[in-house]
Antibody
Framework: QVQLVESGGGVVQPGRSLRLSCAASGFTFSVYAMHWVRQAPGKGLEWVASISYDGSNEYYAESLKGRLTISRDNSKNTLYLQMYSLRPDDSAMYYC??????????WGQGALVAVSS | QSALTQEASVSGTVGQKVTLSCTEAKNNIGSYTVAWYRQVSHGAPKTVMFGNSLPSGIPDRFSGSKSGTTSSLTISGLQPEDEADYFCSTWDYSLNAVVFGGGTKLTVL
């Protein structure tokens, strides 16, 4: 059973950094690409970033480039999203998803990030 | 504005067949896998259609199809528990990005 568990969310002040983690289990993590997607309150799903199975390729939403780093540790079955210079409009639920054929086929429950002073 | 266009809202009665559509101006839908996700009350997304495959646990009254630049999700025999927001997604080759539709709110009357 695929299981993805996000952690690291919380309340953070504008301009600060935050790192989200996504612990994967129930599948061979090292052979799958992974995605981060977010959803602001009352809004739709917004793609944030993706990373290839071995971490050699990273892809970012154009609007977020320069403020994010996606990474993974295949030895720990864990995906990360490091966010910098956070702004109030970064407030959202952040979901990690397992990648297959370039889109996500399974999702975690999400980590809530609130950027507020 | 979303890269993929979906109806803002669709409604149907119990037992009815409804079709949700996902259209784009490019040709990514024709070239790449389209996934459909259901989201209830802004909870975690759940995949209800992946390409032409039905994920485990999704009833077979859900079906998917593609024609040109449009992907469709059909629900036959609509049930009250099908009421949710539905999002489509695919890969955009020119953007090197995952793209989503704006979502369709399905109401079961």
């Amino acid at each position: 059973q695929v299981q993805l568990v996000e952690s690291g969310g919380g309340v953070v002040q504008p301009g600060r950094s935050l790192r989200l983690s996504c612990a994967a289990s129930g599948f061979t993590f090292s052979v799958y690409a992974m995605h981060w997607v977010r959803q602001a309150p009352g809004k739709g799903l917004e793609w944030v970033a993706s990373i290839s199975y071995d971490g050699s390729n990273e892809y970012y939403a154009e609007s977020l480039k320069g403020r994010l780093t996606i990474s993974r540790d295949n030895s720990k079955n864990t995906l990360y999203l490091q966010m910098y210079s956070l702004r109030p409009d970064d407030s959202a639920m952040y979901y990690c998803g397992r990648g297959r054929q370039l889109v996500a086929d399974s999702w975690g429950q999400g980590a809530l990030v609130a950027v507020s002073s | 504005q979303s890269a993929l266009t979906q109806e803002a809202s669709v409604s149907g009665t119990v037992g009815q067949k409804v079709t949700l559509s996902c259209t784009e101006a490019k040709n990514n839908i024709g070239s790449y896998t389209v996934a459909w996700y259901r989201q209830v009350s802004h909870g975690a997304p759940k995949t209800v259609m992946f390409g032409n495959s039905l994920p485990s646990g999704i009833p077979d009254r859900f079906s998917g199809s593609k024609s040109g630049t449009t992907s469709s999700l059909t629900i036959s025999g609509l049930q009250p528990e099908d009421e949710a927001d539905y999002f489509c997604s695919t890969w955009d080759y020119s953007l090197n990005a995952v793209v989503f539709g704006g979502g369709t709110k399905l109401t079961v009357l």
